[in-house]
C-alpha cells in the first residue's frame, strides 16, 4: 500500500530552527510537495523537490532523498505566524497526490 | 497568477437538501480539478478528480450519486451535496492543476458546510 508518515506534533521556540521529517512508500514517484495549513484555511504550497537534494527558499529548506524514502522540512527564524499544519504529500506513478496527516507545528515565545 | 475561489465559503443547510459548491480557475485553465474532504484535525481526504468534459473520477468510498461533479469549462467545476445529512458536515476543499511544469496544485480556500 502507500503510505506517508510524519509527526503528529512538534513544539519549537520562536526564533529557533525546526525540521520536520516525512518518509513515503509509494507507487512510483512524481514529486513531493510540501504544505503549510493554518486552522480553518486551504493548503499554501511551500516547495516542490523531484530530485535529490536541497531546495531552499527563503526560511524553508526542504531536502529529498528518494533512495531513502525520505524528506524534510527545515524551517528557519520561526515566528509566530509559522504555528500551522504542515503537510507531506508524494506524487504517485498516476500523478495523484498522497498526503500525510500533516504535523502541527506549535511555536512557543 | 495561479488562484482558485471557491463559492460559498461557508453554506448552512438542513438536512435532506442540496447544496452546490463552485470551484473557479481564475487566471488560468485548469484542465483537472480535485475535490476534497477534510474533518477536524485529519488531513485532506481525495473525494474525486474532475478532467474538463468528462465525469469525474471518485475515490473509494465516495457516493457519486451523493457528491455529484461537473467540470463543465477549463475555469469551472461544482460539486453538489445532495440530501445532505449531519456526517457530511465538513471542510471541502478544490483545487486545480493546469501548469505542466511541476504539476502543484493551487487550493481554493475551502467552503465550511454545516448541516442542522
Known amino acids: 500500500g502507500q503510505n506517508i508518515d510524519q509527526p503528529t506534533e512538534m513544539t519549537a521556540t520562536e526564533g529557533a530552527i525546526v525540521q520536520i521529517n516525512c518518509t513515503y512508500q509509494?507507487?512510483?514517484?512524481?514529486?513531493l510537495f510540501w504544505y503549510q495549513q493554518h486552522a480553518g484555511e486551504a493548503p499554501t504550497f511551500l516547495s516542490y523537490?523531484?530530485l535529490d537534494g536541497l531546495e531552499e527558499k527563503g526560511r524553508s529548506s526542504s531536502f529529498l532523498s528518494r533512495s531513502k524514502g525520505y524528506s524534510y522540512l527545515l524551517l528557519k527564524e520561526l515566528q509566530m505566524k509559522d504555528s500551522a499544519s504542515y503537510l507531506c504529500?508524494?506524487?504517485?506513478?498516476?500523478?495523484?497526490?498522497?498526503w500525510g496527516a500533516g504535523t502541527k507545528l506549535i511555536i512557543k515565545p | 497568477g495561479a488562484v482558485v475561489s471557491q463559492h460559498p465559503s461557508w453554506v448552512i443547510c438542513k438536512s435532506g437538501t442540496s447544496v452546490k459548491i463552485e470551484c473557479r480557475s481564475l487566471?488560468?485553465?485548469?484542465?483537472?480539478m480535485f475535490w476534497y474532504r477534510q474533518f477536524p484535525k485529519q488531513s485532506l481526504m481525495l473525494m474525486a478528480t474532475?478532467?474538463?468534459?468528462?465525469?469525474?473520477?471518485?475515490e473509494q468510498g465516495v457516493e457519486k450519486d451523493k457528491f455529484l461533479i461537473n467540470h463543465a469549462s477549463l475555469t469551472l467545476s461544482t460539486l453538489t451535496v445532495t440530501s445532505a445529512h449531519p456526517e457530511d458536515s465538513s471542510f471541502y476543499i478544490c483545487?486545480?492543476?493546469?501548469?505542466?511544469?511541476?504539476?502543484?496544485?493551487?487550493f481554493g480556500p475551502g467552503t465550511r458546510l454545516t448541516v442542522t
Open positions: 509509494t507507487s512510483g514517484f512524481n514529486g
Open positions: 483545487s486545480a492543476h493546469g501548469l505542466a511544469e511541476t504539476y502543484e496544485q493551487y
Open positions: 523537490n523531484v
Open positions: 504529500a508524494v506524487m504517485d506513478s498516476n500523478y495523484q497526490l498522497i
Open positions: 487566471d488560468f485553465q485548469a484542465t483537472t
Open positions: 474532475s478532467n474538463e468534459g468528462s465525469k469525474a473520477t471518485y
